[in-house]
T-cell receptor, first 116, second 115 residues
Framework: AQSVTQPDIHITVSEGASLELRCNYSYGATPYLFWYVQSPGQGLQLLLK??????LVQGIKGFEAEFKRSQSSFNLRKPSVHWSDAAEYFCAVGAGAGGGADGLTFGKGTHLIIQP | GAVVSQHPSWVICKSGTSVKIECRSLDFQATTMFWYRQFPKQSLMLMAT?????????EQGVEKDKFLINHASLTLSTLTVTSAHPEDSSFYIC???????????FGPGTRLTVT
């Protein structure tokens, strides 16, 4: 069965500092990997996704993520965070672009706090 | 971009009553819709997958008689929580996609509180 682990429940970063959110996955086949952001009162917004090809993927809002098959990881990074980046971040894995027949499996999320 | 709405955004109901939550794709036709449940400080757990005009496929452990899902049109899916109990209190999120091969777009969620 597929699973996603986000080891950090909370992360606090100063505004302007760099950010890395960790994600490890377990999946029996080639994974489709996603990072979503969830803000209060808003739906999940897709930041970026990885299907194949270049293992460093660029997303919206200045985020990027690197797929490392040997480490089963898909960590999210941003060189300089803004106060508006404070939110909940979810890593997810699926069998296809739309999640495949089984939908998406999500990690428990990382709550990002931005210090002024 | 594709927009998915949910209604209501927040609902309180008494134990033993039923409540219906709507999920609409506003600017595209969604052949596939997913329903997720999210407990506080927890991840999203897939409850069921529905295809327009077909019966929903429920995940293991999800009571199909309690969580009735109807995907009657390409823009609307409904989740009815029947005979609700306090333990059904949760955040319910739907997503919609053109098909399983395409990206899922998520609704803003519905907060259900059963008293």
């Amino acid at each position: 069965a597929q699973s996603v682990t986000q080891p950090d429940i909370h992360i606090t970063v100063s505004e302007g500092a760099s950010l890395e959110l960790r994600c490890n996955y377990s999946y029996g086949a080639t994974p489709y990997l996603f990072w979503y952001v969830q803000s209060p009162g808003q739906g999940l917004q897709l930041l970026l996704k990885y299907f194949s090809g270049d293992t460093l993927v660029q997303g919206i809002k200045g985020f990027e993520a690197e797929f490392k098959r040997s480490q089963s990881s898909f960590n999210l990074r941003k060189p300089s965070v803004h106060w508006s980046d404070a939110a909940e971040y979810f890593c997810a894995v699926g069998a296809g672009a739309g999640g495949g027949a089984d939908g998406l499996t999500f990690g428990k999320g990382t709550h990002l706090i931005i210090q002024p | 971009g594709a927009v998915v709405s949910q209604h209501p955004s927040w609902v309180i109901c008494k134990s033993g009553t039923s409540v219906k939550i709507e999920c609409r794709s506003l600017d595209f036709q969604a052949t596939t819709m997913f329903w997720y449940r999210q407990f506080p400080k927890q991840s999203l757990m897939l409850m069921a997958t529905s295809n327009e005009g077909s019966k929903a496929t429920y995940e293991q452990g999800v009571e199909k008689d309690k969580f009735l899902i109807n995907h009657a049109s390409l823009t609307l899916s409904t989740l009815t929580v029947t005979s609700a109990h306090p333990e059904d209190s949760s955040f319910y999120i739907c997503s919609a996609s053109l098909s399983r091969a395409y990206e899922q777009y998520f609704g803003p969620g519905t907060r259900l509180t059963v008293t």
